[in-house]
């Protein structure tokens, strides 16, 4: 079963708009990380924040993380056509990473 | 050289056949994963590899057989599936799988396979 799950489960925007994607996991964690996915291809690894953390930063990126709520954000800032893809956040359960159910983003030139 | 490679890109198969998906590294990681992955859905972990030795199965079907030759190379062998297995195959790796899901992971471009 899958812990994280994340809304919206899509978004549309213009190029240039930002675009926030939220994260809930149900266990304790150490990270939490993100990812993107290109159509049919493999994850690429985006961010990761600690629990001790409550926001982290990456070129256009930004997360927190709010460990009380149990829930995490991404925030894509002047989003771009190149950003279209799917988000999934990931956390630990145990020794097995649990993958998100994903916000698939598209960016409207 | 960061990069996970995996073959084939796209396979074919019919319920009958015998095939094996193959993944690559040379990160120098000691840990590999397999999931499997249905359109619009996430990753779902089938295996985990550390240090070459099975460490997770997440109770998949014996029609998938892992592999891991050594520590750069896994493979997972497929017989007799099921249209229902037919799915984009992922290969990843981290650094040792001790820290486990706290690790970030590498992941292959996939293998998307069809079973008719």
């Known amino acids: 079963s899958q812990q994280g799950e994340e809304d919206p489960q899509a978004l549309s925007i213009q190029e240039g708009e930002n675009a926030t994607m939220n994260c809930s996991y149900k266990?304790?964690?150490?990270?939490l990380q993100w990812y993107r996915q290109n159509s049919g291809r493999g994850l690429v690894h985006l961010i990761l924040?600690?629990?001790?953390?409550r926001e982290k930063h990456s070129g256009r990126l930004r997360v927190t993380l709010d460990t009380s709520k149990k829930s995490s954000s991404l925030l894509i800032t002047a989003s771009r056509a190149a950003d279209t893809a799917s988000y999934f956040c990931?956390?630990?359960?145990?020794?097995?990473?649990?993958f998100g159910a994903g916000t698939r983003l598209f960016v409207k030139a | 050289d960061t990069e996970v490679t995996q073959t084939p890109k796209h396979l074919v198969m019919g319920m009958t056949n015998k095939k094996s998906l193959k993944c690559e590294q040379h990160?120098?990681?000691?840990?590999m994963y397999w999931y499997k992955q249905k359109a619009k859905k996430p990753p779902e972990l089938m295996f985990v590899?550390?240090?070459?030795?099975?460490?997770i199965n997440e109770s998949v079907p014996s029609r998938f057989s892992p592999e891991c030759p050594n520590s750069s190379l896994l493979n997972l062998h497929l017989h007799a599936l099921q249209p229902e297995d037919s799915a984009l195959y992922l290969c990843?790796?981290?650094?040792?799988?001790?820290?486990?899901?706290?690790?970030?992971?590498?992941f292959g471009p996939g293998t998307r396979l069809l079973v008719l």
């Open positions: 990843a790796s981290s650094l040792s799988g001790e820290w486990g899901g706290r690790e970030t992971q590498y």
């Open positions: 266990t304790s964690i150490n990270n």
């Open positions: 924040i600690r629990s001790n953390e």
């Open positions: 990931a956390n630990e359960e145990g020794f097995k990473t649990i």
């Open positions: 990160m120098g990681h000691r840990a």
């Open positions: 590899y550390s240090y070459e030795k099975l460490s």
